[in-house]
């Protein structure tokens, strides 16, 4: 069986479902449903991979907090390796507050542990997949050593996927520099938009390949994926799924594109499993009820 490790950010959730907007400066509302979840991009993948079956190890920082307590926690009961997280004293994990409503998703985001440039990434050991996930969620990954840890893990022959995970400025620099090294870009419709600069999805993705991406993975929502490569690109459609919550829907399409992987499936396939599993995940609001649906795929 292939061992997978996740390196990125963990984060615990602050759900609210339901909301027409965001609120206005000094109005409140209120939410229909609410969770708090342990999650953050690393935290979803590892927890999509494990229900799988796929034999998965994290790495990211957490804090000495009570919630970075329950995010290991939560992440042990459910099949994740946690042995590898740094544990940064005198602070606390991740947080974000994600507000749903009905065409959107918006966060409010304290980074806390992952926002400390000293944290160290470990050496891979026996893995055959490396996921860097959350990527501009993680001032760490952006340092110096950082990036060249990231470099280091281009030059084994295990394959290196990175998921950007868009956020607030800082990261674009130290994002060009791993470009080279990333055999697979896991990225939205609207990033690779950004990052190729260009509006047809093809065409950015092929810029990104240009700069030295193998290939570029693109989460197109109901379109499905787009696979673009130095052949290409192809279309993976997806089957129509009622959205009752899209938070982490794109980790969760990782995890299923990387177990298929971890069995030698081709990248269509893997495209296919990644709609799969990312479709299971938005149809239910629950991470349990997400994790479960998940694990029936199997």
């Given amino acids: 069986m292939s061992e997978v490790l996740v390196v990125g950010d963990a984060i615990v959730d602050f759900v609210f479902e339901d909301v027409d907007r965001v609120p ?17 991009s690393a935290g979803y ?43 940064v004293p005198g602070t606390g994990i991740s947080t974000a507050a994600a507000i749903l409503t009905d065409t959107d998703r918006s966060f409010v985001t304290y980074r806390g542990a992952a926002g400390n440039t000293s944290v160290e990434i470990p050496d891979s050991g026996t893995a055959d997949i490396v996921l860097v996930s959350g990527f501009a969620q993680a001032p760490y990954l952006w340092s110096d050593d950082g990036v060249a840890s990231i470099q280091k893990l281009g030059e084994r022959e295990a394959p290196v996927l990175l998921d950007t995970n868009w956020s607030p ?9 791993v470009l080279p090294s990333i055999d697979y870009l896991l990225v939205n419709d609207t990033e690779v938009r950004r990052l190729g600069e260009a509006t047809a999805i093809p065409a950015a993705g092929s810029a990104l390949v240009e700069r030295g991406v193998g290939t570029c993975i693109v989460k197109a929502g109901e379109e499905g994926c787009i696979v673009v490569d130095n052949d290409g690109f192809e279309t993976v459609p997806t089957d129509f799924t009622e959205t009752v919550d899209t938070c982490g829907a794109g980790d969760f399409f990782n995890a299923g ?42």
Avoid at 24 to 40: C, H, I, N, T
Avoid at 45 to 66: E, F, I, K
Avoid at 265 to 285: D, M, P, Q, W
């Fill in 24 to 40: 206005d400066p000094g109005e409140e509302m209120v939410a229909s449903r609410f969770e708090v979840r342990p999650g953050g």
């Fill in 45 to 87: 993948a590892s927890l999509g991979l494990a229900a799988q079956d796929v034999d998965v190890r994290v790495s990211t920082p957490v804090g000495a907090d009570r919630l970075s307590e329950q995010w290991l926690t939560f992440m042990s009961e459910h099949g994740v390796d946690t042995e590898m997280v740094n544990r």
């Fill in 169 to 177: 400025s800082g990261w674009r620099e130290a994002f060009e520099e």
């Fill in 257 to 298: 594109f990387i177990s298929a992987l971890s069995e030698g499936k081709s990248v269509t396939k893997a495209a296919r499993r990644g709609n799969l599993v990312a479709g299971e995940a938005i149809r239910v609001f629950s991470i349990d009820d997400k994790l479960s649906s998940i694990e029936a795929l199997s």
